[in-house]
């Protein structure tokens, strides 16, 4: 077909493969052969350096009935994930704030987004300043505040690591969830509200009844987004924790990480990784179902 | 039942004054129409008695008591917007159903009162549907129905008709009318539309930058316009209009050199000199129609010939002026002939040129 564009329609088929090309490669090429790969070696014994051996399901069973550290980095991301209905909420606080006729609100609306188009590692890097016991800022103002006597080293301690984290990841996402909150508030007609105003609707009947309901589409694009954001959180944990203290930040992607390069255990961190890759691919889907099929879309009768 | 009152009243946008003091009032029941050009303050006023602008000076009054504060929930009218407005993510018998949830009424009755209104209205088989499931047609009957399950003491309408194609326009506007003989409701209609106002209203206001020029029933506001901006806003085609000079013996010479003189020894002797002569295009009369003792006949040249069907629009000029004529359509008069045309002059209209108002 590409080679004989005869009709006109097929001209044009050919030339919209033409421009997808590209696209298509990339895509091929890091995500459906690395992907493929990975379902392979998940059933093989296999190290770099050693010959290829079929293993069945040896790794998934390793996984699921002997390593403990698994199911802690399972737990950890299932809790790390909450940072994203967090974030949406404060997010839409943000949103309703800034989209009030606010003196200076495109100066707040900037500032909440800065955050986010910065790179993960420098976040990392700034919080992890920001928590130290001894010269971290945090702990200077809780101290100065008499709030605590002695400094907290939240990144070193079981109890406060993971909270740390997720304050960071979540400082780090508002502003994106905010921008794509405020521009589903802002896609809802004028009219509806005053149509509601009119009929007797109070200020939270107006939220819970017209608001939320038409921003359902923009709430589950930030899920789905959150979701993907908290399964490959890895630059954050790495930079911040990584995965430490023990166990009390490891998520499944710094686990699988750990277990390919300081383990060289290939075979079985492909074992983690398919089962990641299902877990989220079904969390997307459920997400995308519950939003109608629309998530992102705007769900306005013209 | 509710009357409405406009006492002075007033809208500024910062220093932009967009209402300037403006007095009206609604009886119980009637059927207003607010019309007027793009952007002279018709939505602007209808909001604020909704509530939804707050105002800048005066009073508004329902049923003689000021609303100036009171929350748009508690003023008791119901408003149809021209998008309509209509809750996306709901039913028809949500969309209908809404308000009545938040003034705590019952379900039962709740049901009957949306069936009752889908009964008026035709849109029992709509009810289950979604608003981007229905026609503009269909849309605009929820957005009345919406209203009308409220039972509410003042209808309002921001231009409900202007999103439909003329035919089911015409229909809707029909319908209005019914529902407002059957429902009886203190009725406020806006639009830019002057067919619209002059069918559907009992008065019309017309609105002129932010004023009212007049107030009057539609045979008032057509045969007996106030001002020059009322007499051209309303009729189609417009009235026509002539320069005209008033002479010290009391004779009024319009459209000047071929022009023709009338006698007004009755208005007063202190009207300035330069006037404006008006008259309508089916006030002027061509060939067989002219009658004795109607007014001057003086010579027009015809410009173009348009068939309307019910009658004919001769497009003349006179003395250099334009000058439209509305006759039979049996009349034969083509393109470049030098016509007899009369005036109806006791259907004929003087205004000052300097205030546009009537003498
Ligand atoms: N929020 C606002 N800020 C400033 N000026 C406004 C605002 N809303 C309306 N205006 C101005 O007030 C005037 C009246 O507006 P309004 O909407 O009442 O006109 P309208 O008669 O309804 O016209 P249309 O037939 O186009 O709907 C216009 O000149 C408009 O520009
Ligand atoms: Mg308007």
Not at chain 1, 144 to 158: K, M, V, W
Not at chain 1, 227 to 252: K, Q, W
Not at chain 2, 29 to 48: A, D, I, N, Q, Y
Not at chain 2, 91 to 117: C, D, G, H, Q
Request: net charge neutral; hydrophobic share 45%; aromatic share 10%.
């Amino acid at each position: 077909m590409f080679l004989k564009p005869k009709t006109k329609r097929n001209r044009e088929i050919a030339f919209i493969w033409m421009l997808l090309l590209p696209a298509l490669m990339v895509y091929l090429f890091y995500r459906i052969i690395p992907l493929l790969w990975n379902f392979v070696l998940s059933f093989s014994f296999w190290s770099p350096g050693k010959p290829f051996e079929y293993a069945g399901l040896y790794h998934y069973e390793e996984m699921l009935f002997y390593d403990d550290a698994f199911w802690t980095a399972l737990k950890n991301t299932a809790v790390f994930m909450l940072a994203t209905p967090i974030s949406i909420a404060i997010a839409l606080g943000l949103a309703l704030l800034v989209d009030q006729k606010i003196r200076g609100r495109s100066l707040y609306r900037t500032l909440i987004f800065l955050p986010y188009p910065m790179m993960v590692v420098a976040v990392g890097i700034v919080w992890r300043w920001l928590y130290n016991d001894s010269v971290g800022l945090i702990n200077y103002v809780l101290r100065s505040l008499g709030l605590i006597d002695q400094p907290i080293a939240f990144l070193e301690s079981y109890s406060f690591a993971m909270a740390s984290v997720m304050v960071a990841a979540i400082w780090q996402i508002v502003g994106f969830f905010m921008i794509i909150l405020l521009t589903g508030l802002q896609n809802i007609p004028a009219h509806l509200y005053e149509a509601a105003v009119i009929d007797g609707a109070r200020a939270h009947h107006r939220f819970w009844r017209i608001t939320l309901p038409l921003l359902r589409p923009s709430i589950f694009l930030c899920v789905i987004l959150g979701v993907i954001a908290s399964f490959t959180s890895f630059d954050l944990i790495y930079t911040m924790t990584g995965g430490g203290p023990g166990l009390a930040t490891e998520l499944l992607i710094t686990y699988i990480y750990k277990a390919s390069f300081t383990l060289s255990r290939f075979d079985y961190a492909a074992a983690v990784t398919i089962v990641m890759f299902f877990l989220f691919l079904t969390l997307a889907t459920v997400a995308n179902r519950l939003a109608g099929g629309d998530a992102g879309k705007v769900d306005i009768a013209d | 039942m509710a009357t409405v009152s406009f006492r002075a009243l007033v809208k500024a946008y910062g220093d932009l004054e967009v209402v300037h003091g403006i007095n009206l009032d609604v009886e119980d029941g009637e059927f207003v129409v607010l019309v007027g050009p793009s952007g002279c303050g018709k939505s602007t006023s209808l909001r604020m008695l909704a509530g939804l602008e707050d105002t800048s000076g005066g009073d508004i009054l329902i049923n003689e008591k000021v609303v100036n504060e009171v929350a748009p929930r508690d003023r008791d009218v119901a408003m149809v917007f021209q998008d309509y407005a209509l809750y996306p993510h709901m039913s028809v018998f949500e969309n209908m159903a809404f308000s009545l949830r938040y003034r705590k009424t019952p379900k039962a009755e709740i049901t009957t009162r949306v069936m009752e209104a889908a009964d008026i209205l035709g849109l029992e088989p709509l009810l289950q549907r979604r608003p981007k499931q229905l026609s503009g047609g269909q849309r605009q009957r929820v957005a009345m129905g919406r209203a009308i399950v409220r039972k509410p003491q003042v209808f309002l309408f921001d231009e409900p008709l202007s999103n439909l194609d003329a035919k089911l326009r015409g229909s809707m506007r029909l319908e209005m009318k019914k529902l407002h003989r059957r429902l009886g409701v203190t009725t406020l209609y806006v639009t830019h539309d002057q067919i619209e106002a002059m069918t559907l209203a009992d008065r019309v206001v017309v609105m002129n930058n932010g004023h009212i020029d007049q107030v009057g029933t539609p045979d008032e506001v057509y045969k007996s316009p106030k001002t020059l901006f009322v007499a051209g806003f309303i009729g189609s085609p417009t009235m026509n209009v002539l320069p005209a000079i008033r002479d010290a013996d009391g004779s009024v010479r319009v459209g000047g050199a071929d022009g023709f003189s009338i006698d007004r020894s009755d208005i007063p002797e202190d009207a300035p000199q330069n006037l404006v002569f008006g008259i309508r295009p089916e006030e002027v009369f061509v060939g067989e129609t002219i009658l004795d003792d109607k007014g001057p006949v003086v010579t027009a040249i015809v410009d173009v010939v348009e068939a309307q069907g019910p009658d004919t629009l001769v497009f003349a000029s006179l003395g250099g002026h334009d000058l439209t004529i509305r006759t039979r359509p049996d009349v034969k008069v083509k393109a470049g002939d030098a016509v007899q045309v009369q005036l109806n002059i006791s259907r004929s209209h003087l205004f000052n040129k300097e205030t546009g108002r009537t003498l």
